[in-house]
């Protein structure tokens, strides 16, 4: 058991730093999505459909085995955190994207017309209220991004499922193994779901409650 909850400290790293680094590229590509210029918009659409389309795990290993061709080199560990960060990044951003599309556009006038610029205007006014439309399909990423964290298994990362592996091998006991895993995943998924669920009740305002499931 305690080779196990050092596993699953492991998947919950994971989860964190990839969601992290999927939220900061996300922002600003949603904001490139609804105020940006065409070209910005079509660099945009380019970038995300290849994410979208490419498997999780071959996305790990281009940049695993396919960056040290030309001289640069990743961990195991970061190499996941990159791939699984830029894969979160593309769905992140239609979350977003649909979240600021959901604020209405007479919020940005205004913001205009008191001589704020659209990025200061997207920051101050129409973010916050993106940011409360945006957590229900967001927590739904949460979960989805815990569950891929499982992948890190294929770069040899020591993640909950690895070690469950380890503890087979010497145990020879896979089903109860396996199913400790299940239930371990089971917890930690709707403990987050729960917290982020209480997170979204306190900052929902009565009548401004407009979801959107983009996965």
């Not at 290993?61 to 990743?74: A, D, E, Q, S, T």
């Not at 007479?106 to 973010?127: C, D, H, K, W």
């Not at 089903?175 to 403990?191: D, E, G, H, K, P």
């Amino acid at each position: 058991m305690p080779a196990l909850l050092k596993g699953m400290w492991v998947t919950l790293q994971i989860t964190f730093l990839t969601l992290g680094l999927g939220l900061v590229l996300a922002l600003p590509i949603s904001f490139g999505q609804v105020y940006g210029n065409k070209w910005i918009k079509a660099l945009i659409a380019v970038y995300e459909k290849i994410l979208r389309s490419i498997p999780e795990l071959v996305i790990l290993f281009l940049i695993f085995y396919g960056f040290p061709k030309i001289g640069i080199r990743f961990s195991p560990f970061a190499a996941v955190i990159i791939g699984l960060g830029f894969r979160s990044s593309a769905y992140q951003s239609q979350i977003f994207r649909g979240a600021i599309n959901s604020v209405s556009s007479a919020q940005m006038r205004a913001a205009r017309s008191l001589g704020m610029t659209n990025l200061r205007g997207f920051i101050n006014i129409v973010l916050p209220q993106a940011i409360r439309i945006a957590l229900p399909p967001w927590t739904n990423e949460f979960t989805i991004v815990l569950k891929d964290s499982s992948l890190a298994y294929a770069l040899g990362v020591t993640e909950l499922l690895r070690q469950g592996g380890y503890i087979i091998a010497t145990k020879y006991e896979p089903m109860l193994i396996y199913l400790t895993v299940a239930v371990m995943y089971f917890i930690v998924t709707i403990a987050i779901n729960k917290t982020l669920g209480s997170v979204e009740k306190r900052l929902a305002i009565p009548g401004f409650d407009v979801k959107e499931t983009v996965r």
